[in-house]
């Protein structure tokens, strides 16, 4: 399959753009200093945020310190605003785009990893930023919600084959491919676990590489812990109707697909 | 089945019928969603109506009281009706995502355009602008802050 993919695959470009994308709903408090972070650590980078209809003063300060901001007229949810990220992107021919929180729990000097890893390899497609990839960067969160990720985790890996640690870390390196193949189809709510199967089915690839992230710098997460079981069972959902749904296109010289390949 | 309860059942599906016919009249629902109304009401008022057909649908389907399997297929209508707006509502969140998306995008392309200087970039022009004195000088300022836009027109017109 790997032959396959050599051919396919588009060469690096000679002077690749780079695009940061930076969701934010009612960040005010922490995404001037992430817009400021990213262009201090990472220049190559453009940087737009994507203001998901706050009603703080989150937009605002995003200009300030220097990005360019997407404002949606009300709230779409996590998965509308990056979608609006790769949109932008895929419409200004990035060549790559990554997703930095505006919470601040992305580490913004992280993101040369990402790049360095994404350069490493020929034919990814994404490069993700995994808290659980190295056992000594130990992120703080509650158990339950370790929990629940390591048994997306586990789902995941047995689903597409490849070891996945942390299904729900956003913070992601997206190439052109991966870039337009989610500017036409993102996830509603919650998209980072069923993204990774989306990649899978539509023939892409992707790798994991270990991050350090923070706790969250301020504001509210998209995920209470009241929402955290309607996460789970939303999620689960996805995964399976997701296995119902997309099945990888053929192309010529590829195995003939065997169903219980993708099996559990 | 019993006079009184007929004389209800086909009392109720006219009526209902009446109303939907009225509020597409109106304008005031899409035939699109009407359609689906239309043959709920239609099919449940010849049911009310015509006894024998009711009889044997209901013999057809093991309920000894006739009555009863005309509340079961309007049930089966209504729970047909539920899913069909279900799947409306859903299909307008989507496309109401996309418009927002859409319009993110060119209001802000319409920003980058219009030339408005941003917050950060509005610190550097302000306090050169009240200091200059001849036209010609602003002119070439405000020529140079076209130039400064153009890559990003460019950009944003090549795709």
């Known amino acids: 399959m790997s032959g396959v993919y050599a051919q396919i695959s588009l060469p690096a470009p000679a002077h690749p753009s780079y695009l940061a994308v930076v969701p934010a709903y009612n960040e005010a408090a922490t995404v001037e200093r992430v817009v400021r972070d990213i262009r201090a650590s990472a220049p190559e980078f453009d940087v737009v945020v994507v203001d998901d209809g706050s009603t703080d003063t989150s937009g605002p300060a995003a200009e300030a310190a220097g990005a360019r901001v997407l404002r949606h007229p009300f709230n779409l949810g996590i998965g509308g605003a990056v979608q609006s990220g790769f949109v932008f992107a895929f419409d200004n021919d990035y060549d790559y785009m990554v997703q930095v929180d505006g919470d601040g729990q992305h580490d913004p000097t992280q993101l040369a990893e990402l790049v360095r890893a994404m350069h490493a390899e020929a034919g990814l497609d994404m490069v993700c930023g995994s808290r659980f990839l190295r056992k000594d960067m130990k992120y703080p969160s509650p158990l339950s919600r370790r929990t629940g990720i390591h048994i997306f985790a586990f789902l995941l890996s047995r689903i597409i084959g490849q070891r996945v640690t942390d299904p729900t870390s956003g913070f992601r390196l997206y190439n052109r491919r991966a870039i337009a193949l989610f500017a036409r189809d993102y996830p509603h709510d919650y998209p980072e676990v069923e993204a990774v199967l989306m990649l899978h089915f539509n023939r892409l690839r992707m790798r994991e590489v270990p991050v350090r992230m923070f706790a969250r710098g301020g504001g509210v997460s998209s995920i209470s812990s009241g929402k955290s079981a309607y996460y789970m069972i939303k999620v689960l959902l996805a995964i399976f109707v997701g296995l119902a749904r997309a099945r990888p296109v053929v192309e010529p010289g590829d195995d003939a697909p065997v169903a219980a390949a993708h099996g559990i | ?159």
Do not use: C, N
Request: charged share 25%.
């Open chain 2, 1 to 159: 089945m019993e006079l009184r309860l007929q004389l209800v059942a086909v009392v109720l599906t006219v009526g209902l019928l009446f109303i939907v016919l009225e509020l597409v009249r109106r304008r005031r629902l899409l035939e699109r969603y009407a359609l689906l109304w239309l043959f709920s009401a239609v099919v449940l008022m010849g049911l009310a109506a015509w006894r024998g057909l009711l009889e044997s649908v209901a013999a057809l389907m093991g309920i000894y009281y006739a009555p009863s399997a005309l509340f079961v297929i309007a049930f089966g209508f209504i729970l047909v009706l539920l899913l069909h707006f279900s799947i409306a509502v859903s299909k307008l969140a989507d496309q109401s995502k996309v418009l927002a998306q859409r319009l993110a995008l060119l209001e802000e392309r319409e920003r980058v355009a219009s030339g408005r200087p941003r917050a950060d970039e509005e610190i550097e022009l302000e306090p050169a602008r009240v200091t200059s004195v001849g036209r010609d000088e602003v002119q070439a300022r405000d020529s140079a802050s076209l130039e400064m836009t153009k890559p990003q027109l460019e950009r944003t017109a090549r795709r």
